[in-house]
């Protein structure tokens, strides 16, 4: 069964800090995608970056960068210069490429203090 | 360029009753997926259309069904409605092909509230 593991249901940051969200998985599939998504209290789930498990290289998007290891099947989520707006639930989520299912973690409870 | 759009986005059932839930994915967007929210189960894979077709199902009872468009636009339906559906529903929409390519779009989802 392919599951993803997010250890830290809650975390907490002052603002302008960096913070770390955990992320882990487990899989045999070889191609598979991803996801870091936000859900602010408004419920949408917003796409905060992406990766694609063939490409070495860590994605970035602004403030938002994550360090993925693929043989440790880990994918973390680093958020640089932490804003108030980054209060949150964070998901961590993985696609097989042969499918279109997103298979999400528990989630992470972000406060970001001023 | 207009979002997901999921109506209603409340709603309030009685136990035993049917509900239909309505999606309009982007436009241009031709795969739209749909997942359940709950505290306890947390997120998870209802079922996924393109073009019309179903072409992934998760591990739901046949309650649960759904369907698509030619215009895209999806709707779920849950029959004989128990007390355990209440939930929060959310509508991603993509490009299509494969949705990893491009990163599923939501919605902000119906909150349902089977009583």
């Known amino acids: 069964a392919q599951t993803v593991t997010q250890s830290q249901p809650e975390m907490s940051v002052q603002e302008a800090e960096t913070v770390t969200l955990s992320c882990t998985y487990d899989?045999?599939?070889?191609?598979?995608?991803l996801f870091w998504y936000k859900q602010p209290p408004s419920r949408q789930m917003i796409l905060v970056i992406r990766?694609?498990?063939?490409?070495?290289q860590n994605a970035t998007e602004n403030r938002f960068s994550v360090n993925f290891q693929k043989a440790a099947k880990s994918f973390s989520l680093k958020i640089s210069d932490s804003q108030l707006g980054d209060t949150a639930m964070y998901f961590c989520a993985f696609m097989p490429t042969r499918t279109d299912k997103l298979i999400f973690g528990t989630g992470t409870r972000l406060q970001v203090f001023p | 360029k207009a979002g997901v759009t999921q109506t209603p986005r409340y709603l309030i059932k009685t136990r035993g009753q049917q509900v239909t839930l309505s999606c309009s994915p982007i436009?241009?967007?031709?795969?739209v997926s749909w997942y359940q929210q709950t505290p306890g189960q947390g997120l998870q894979f209802l079922f996924e259309?393109?073009?019309?077709?179903?072409?992934n199902k998760g591990n739901f009872p046949g309650r649960f069904s759904g369907r698509q468009f030619s215009n895209s636009r999806s709707e779920m339906n849950v029959s004989t409605l128990e007390l355990g559906d209440s939930a929060l529903y959310l509508c991603a929409s993509s490009l299509g092909g494969t949705g990893g390519v491009y990163g599923y779009t939501f919605g902000s989802g119906t909150r349902l509230t089977v009583v």
């Open positions: 259309y393109f073009s019309e077709t179903q072409r």
């Open positions: 990766q694609e498990a063939y490409k070495q």
């Open positions: 899989t045999s599939e070889n191609n598979y995608y």
């Open positions: 436009s241009g967007h031709r795969s």
